[in-house]
């Protein structure tokens, strides 16, 4: 079965420190990958998706980056970051349908950032 | 106008209240919709999908209107577990089937 890993759990940083969340997905070959974002009381935002390794694609410009090292794994990163990017992070994965719409997305556990 | 557009909430229900949630979106073009369930501080799960037909799973009901571009999630005989933020979500065509999140409704079951 396939499983989906995000750490950490919750992570504070202060405002201009880097940032590196990374999540990895087990039990499954070429997935597309998601980054989302959800501040608080709001809808999730996408931030990045990739459909594989190196390819990245990015919804809104921030400043927050993504790499895809690896097949099964996507790095969510800030070389500064801003009190603005406070939020719940989550990354997703769903399997590549070359059909276009079996859609339903697989969340990881999240990432609750407090930039202090 | 948001993509997509849902009432937050929340709704303060009773056990065994039967409560209705809606949705709208934006984009006709929209392919695919869900509805999400999320815990306060939790990862969204799939609660289920929803065709043109209407499908059921249990206490809960799904409806689409295509023309009304309007997505419904009744749930009968609410238990105090169902206490989450629903959200709704759809699937716009385009280089790699973009999924659009609402902000989500809030319900509350109380004793």
């Given at each position: 079965s396939q499983t989906i890993h995000q750490w950490p759990a919750t992570l504070v940083q202060p405002v201009g420190s880097p940032l590196s969340l990374e999540c990895t997905v087990e039990g499954t070959s070429n997935p597309n990958l998601y980054w989302y974002r959800q501040a608080a009381g709001r809808g999730l935002q996408l931030l990045f998706y990739s459909v594989g390794i190196g390819q990245i694609s990015s919804e809104v410009p921030q400043n927050l980056s993504a790499s895809r090292p690896q097949d099964r794994q996507f790095i969510l990163s800030s070389k500064k970051l801003l009190l603005s990017d406070s939020g719940f992070y989550l990354c997703a994965w769903k399997p590549r349908d070359?059909?276009?719409?079996?859609?339903k997305l697989f969340f990881g556990s999240g990432t609750q950032l407090s930039v202090l | 106008r948001k993509e997509v557009e849902q009432?937050?909430?929340?709704?303060n229900v009773p056990e065994g209240a039967t409560v209705a949630f809606n949705c709208t979106y934006?984009?006709?073009?929209?392919q695919s919709f869900f509805w999400y369930r999320q815990d306060c501080r939790k990862e969204p799960k799939l609660l289920m999908s929803v065709y043109s037909s209407g499908n059921e799973d249990g206490r809960f009901t799904a409806q689409l209107n295509r023309a009304s571009q309007y997505i419904s999630l009744l749930i009968r005989?609410?238990?105090?577990?169902?206490?989450a933020t629903y959200l709704c979500v759809v699937t716009v065509s385009g280089g790699y089937n973009k999924l659009i999140f609402g902000a989500g409704t809030r319900l509350a079951v109380h004793p």
């Open positions: 070359k059909r276009g719409f079996n859609e | 009432d937050p909430g929340p709704f934006s984009n006709s073009a929209s005989d609410s238990k105090l577990s169902d206490s």
